[in-house]
């Protein structure tokens, strides 16, 4: 079982589920794999309001050296995206990240770089 995530292929670009900023996240890739943080299913929650954006982000480990730059890589290109003026980013480790969290893209990549997903 895979994971989905709103994109503008799939929701019309006012939807509720903020479709152009999950796009706009597609492009944040994880610094030790060539995968997005949507793909490898790292973003829990997301939402806009007013120009803020609350996020809740997990990581697939609590000890991963990377959280600091994928944090700073999420925020940096969130507040490219007109009329974003502020980005809060949550870490939450409920729910569990589990290969179940990958999109089917995310299962591709992991695939072909030989992970197990």
């Not at 009329?83 to 589990?98: A, S």
Request: proline residues 7%; aromatic residues 6%.
């Amino acid at each position: 079982m895979t994971s989905s995530y709103p994109s503008l292929q799939t929701h019309p670009s006012n939807d509720a589920s903020c479709p152009v900023l999950w796009d706009a996240l597609r492009e944040v890739m994880d610094p030790e794999i060539p995968i997005s943080v949507v793909d490898m299913g790292l973003i829990v929650e997301l939402a806009e309001q007013d120009g803020i954006v609350d996020l809740k982000l997990t990581f697939t480990a609590m000890g991963c050296p990377a959280m600091d730059f994928i944090m700073d890589d999420i925020r940096a290109r969130l507040l490219q995206e007109p009329g974003i003026r502020q980005v809060n980013i949550e870490i939450v480790w409920d729910p569990v990240w589990t290969k179940a969290r990958l999109s089917e893209d995310g299962i591709d990549i992991m695939r072909t770089w030989g992970i197990s997903a």
